[in-house]
Nanobody, 122 residues
């Protein structure tokens, strides 16, 4: 059973930056695709970014050019660097894993973290 634990959320002003971390435990990490999703109040969960085992990345159009995803397999951790944050980025951010990046881009994950709140003030 894979466990994913997110951290790094908080309150930031518009234009600021945050880095989210997701630490994985329970099984081999390096062969998994990993991703980030978010859910704002009253909204459905949406895909944000994903990275394959080989390091290829995908982003939603809403964050492309502002967010970066990268992984450190030695630390079993995936990161989401968020720059130029906007109030509309406010949401609970979830980490997820799957066998393929395509599955994550499609909105499906095999394991999910508990989420971390990101609030961007205007």
């Amino acid at each position: 059973q894979v466990q994913l634990v997110e951290s790094g959320g908080g309150l930031v002003q518009a234009g600021g930056s945050l880095r989210l971390s997701c630490a994985a435990s329970g099984r081999a990490f390096s062969t998994d695709a990993l991703g980030w999703f978010r859910q704002a109040p009253g909204e459905e969960r949406e895909f944000v970014a994903a990275i394959s085992s080989g390091g290829s990345a995908k982003f939603s159009d809403s964050v492309k050019g502002r967010f970066t995803i990268y992984r450190d397999n030695a630390k079993n951790t995936v990161y989401l660097q968020m720059n130029s944050l906007k109030p509309e980025d406010t949401a609970v951010y979830y980490c997820a894993r799957s066998f393929t990046i395509g599955t994550l881009v499609a909105g499906q994950g095999s394991s999910w973290g508990q989420g971390t709140q990101v609030t961007v003030s205007s």
